[in-house]
């Protein structure tokens, strides 16, 4: 009997999620490892199941607030938070702009809706934009330096805020996260971890986007599109590179010229093939029968058999003179003849 395996439900499919990103964040293996990769990947599958089954259900209306939105539905809004967090762990060099421009889009999206439904007071991330062609005017930067610096003043001001009430958030939420695992918290504190879970994410959100546009303008500055189209060429595709010379300068080259012989301009077998031609030089057939060996070479021939005799008699002479000298030592004992030191 064939059985049919059940499509998970929304719940489950929201808490593996949380599970596997918990899991990733807790191992000690590198970002970039098959194991870590594939719980990234299975995340992102399950999340956007999820994300499928909330539109179809319409748990959600623009027109409310949080306050009218049920308590067990009220976690399903951080979904765009928790796809944005993986996608930012998938690894590729050549995808990674891509894949940050994705996670941003997810990022906004949940700040966008946290926003509608006044989860949390803050500031929505201005849109991301182009850099600016050509290069400002000293007025332009002038005008606009103060402006920069009132917003980066702001910026820290409100990165400050944020990290005191992550803090706080986090504390509460350590003390009914056991509470709402076991099931023995009341509607109201349900109510109440979610709510501080969603501004948690609101937070969590904001400094990423900061890090995302930082990395942005990194991976611009670093690979123009005119740079990464250029060097995506392979070496088949690019055009063949000119043969130069290189001197000091052009005077120089006219009057001194290049600084080391002419260069050629012709082959060996170019300059034969002229001088053939002229009847200068026989041809290969001709030249090897009438060529004829060199004086020298003729000369050390002849010369060969005589320097062999005379070494044969030199070689007669050394051997006849050490029999003599043998024959002198077993007639004559040591220290024969030495008349000064007798004794």
Not at 7 to 22: A, G, N, V
Not at 49 to 56: I, N, R, T
Not at 241 to 254: I, M
Request: aromatic share 6%.
């Amino acid at each position: 009997m064939a059985t049919f395996q059940e499509e998970p439900r929304l719940p489950e499919l929201l808490e593996t999620s949380i599970q596997l990103l918990e899991e990733v964040e807790a191992a000690t293996q590198p970002t970039s490892s098959k194991q870590i990769q594939d719980k990234v990947r299975r995340a992102l599958e399950l999340l956007a199941k999820a994300s499928g089954m909330v539109s179809q259900l319409d748990l959600f209306s623009r027109n409310e607030d949080w306050e009218e939105i049920a308590s067990a539905d009220l976690k399903y809004l951080m979904l765009p938070a928790l796809k944005g967090t993986f996608t930012l762990k998938l690894v590729g060099t050549s995808q990674r702009l891509y894949h940050l421009q994705e996670a941003r889009d997810h990022f906004m999206s949940f700040l966008t809706q946290s926003h509608s439904y006044h989860v949390a007071e803050f500031q929505l991330p201005r849109a991301q934009s182009g850099s600016p062609e050509g290069n400002p005017s000293p007025a332009a930067r002038s005008a606009t330096l103060q402006p920069n610096l009132v917003a980066m003043a702001s910026q820290r001001q409100a990165k400050i805020q944020r990290y005191k009430q992550k803090k706080a958030v986090e504390q509460k939420l350590s003390a009914l996260k056991s509470a709402v695992e076991s099931g023995q918290a009341d509607d109201e504190q349900v109510r109440e971890y979610y709510l501080l879970q969603l501004r948690r994410w609101i937070n969590i959100s904001l400094d990423e986007i900061e890090s995302i546009d930082q990395e942005i303008e990194i991976l611009k500055e670093r690979d123009p599109s005119g740079v990464a189209s250029a060097s995506s060429l392979s070496p088949q595709e690019r055009p063949p590179v000119k043969p130069f010379v290189l001197t000091r300068s052009v005077a120089q080259a006219q009057v001194f010229g290049a600084g080391y012989p002419s260069l050629a301009t012709m082959t060996v077998n170019d300059w034969y093939e002229q001088h053939k031609k002229c009847e200068v030089l026989p041809s290969s057939p001709e030249a090897e029968k009438q060529a004829t060996p060199p004086e020298s070479l003729r000369a050390s021939q002849q010369d060969k058999p005589e320097l062999e005799q005379n070494e044969d008699q030199e070689d007669e002479k050394t051997l006849h003179r050490m029999q003599q000298w043998d024959d002198w030592k077993d007639t004559h004992p040591r220290g024969y003849g030495n008349r000064q030191n007798m004794g």
